[in-house]
């Protein structure tokens, strides 16, 4: 028992390891109701595209607070300079909506397409 | 991005790896690593302190740097282990550098090594006198190692014939107030043997006992927690606190 657990449970850390550092992949992904963060930049795309920016302004703030939550699970797994140009283009999609610059929110929302596509990869 | 937790966690992942792996790695002393092994280390403690502190990378890549290392360090061990020819390309082999008193330049300057950098390891080793050498050999660890001339050489018991006893070692019985049962069997004692021995030391308890060894001959050495020693012994010139 005593050999099994020398080796298992250096093993098992290196595995833990493994798993923190490559988590970012799947922690990402939605795992709830409110961290929907790229279905959230979808509808406010629609909804810029539609003109309908009380629904947009109101798709920012679940957004914002998806972002939120997906930076604190996986800043572990991340380049920091990721996460803070994501929160630069998340800060530049909130102003334009503001401005109501429909222009600038989707050029801002394709750079994030972009920057999700390289999150965690 | 709360760095604190970030640094934490990458902290406690390249210590336990640096520490998983230098256990794999084997417990060559430190006095014996070559100037590879020594150079090498030091890249690994490298990468493991970037992977703890620079977040400006994901953890991931300086954690393959790591395993990357240690694997090669690892492959290079078994390959001078098992391929002696291999061995000696890879790790070097002792050079001759002084023969019956005579310095052997060719070597020396194979090895880079200056004839200043030479006396010094010989004094180092207490040999003033170069004449008394008769063969000096420099390590793959960058030790030189010295045979002084048979007219040189310290006196032993055996020159003088003086008989001797085969050596043994002293074995811990009680730690911390702990019997060692097991070092006891050993010795091949028991607990009213200690218990005796203890009592001739005027010790009751086996919690007053900080150290107990049996000594090579088979006396038992006792250190108590209290030491009862004086104030004579006290270093400090000035009353403190410090």
């Keep these: ?121 | 991005m709360n760095e604190t937790v970030v640094v934490i966690i990458r902290v406690i992942i390249s210590f336990f790896t640096l520490l998983i792996f230098t256990r794999l790695l084997g417990k060559q002393e430190v006095g014996q690593l070559t100037f590879f092994d020594y150079i090498n280390g030091i890249t690994i403690g490298s990468i493991a302190a970037t992977l703890a502190t620079d977040l400006s990378a994901k953890a991931w890549a300086h954690w393959l740097g790591l395993v990357g290392y240690a694997l090669l360090t690892g492959l290079l061990q078994y390959i001078t282990i098992k391929n002696r020819y291999l061995g000696k390309v890879l790790d070097g082999e002792p050079t001759v550098v002084i023969e019956n008193g005579k310095i052997l330049e060719t070597n020396l300057r194979k090895m880079r090594i200056k004839l200043s950098e030479l006396m010094t390891l010989l004094r180092s080793q207490q040999i003033f006198d170069i004449t008394q050498v008769e063969y000096a050999v420099f390590e793959i660890n960058g030790e030189l190692s010295i045979k002084p001339k048979p007219e040189y050489l310290p006196v032993t018991r055996k020159d003088l014939q003086i008989p001797t006893k085969p050596g043994r070692l002293a074995t811990e019985v009680i730690q911390d107030g702990v019997v060692l049962d097991q070092n006891l069997e050993q010795r091949k004692k028991d607990r009213d043997w200690l218990h005796q021995q203890l009592r001739a030391h005027n010790i009751e308890n086996i919690k007053e006992v900080s150290y107990a060894l049996i000594l090579p001959n088979d006396r038992l050495y006792v250190d108590k927690f209290d030491d009862n020693i004086g104030k004579e012994t006290e270093m400090g010139d000035y009353d403190g606190p410090y």
């Design chain 1, 1 to 121: 028992m005593k050999k099994f657990l020398l080796y298992f449970i250096p093993l098992l850390t290196l595995s833990v390891f493994i798993a923190v550092m490559n988590s970012g992949a799947f922690l990402k992904q939605p795992l709830g109701k409110d961290d929907r963060l790229y279905e959230s930049i979808q509808l406010i795309e629609a909804g810029v595209k539609n003109k309908d920016w009380s629904k947009v302004k109101t798709e920012t703030a679940k957004m914002e607070k998806a972002w939120d939550k997906i930076a604190r699970r996986i800043q572990f797994s991340v380049e920091k300079e990721q996460l803070l140009e994501i929160d630069g283009t998340i800060a530049r999609i909130r102003g334009a909506v503001e401005a109501e610059d429909d222009q600038s929110v989707l050029e801002e929302i394709y750079y994030y397409y972009g920057q999700w596509e390289q999150l965690a990869r």
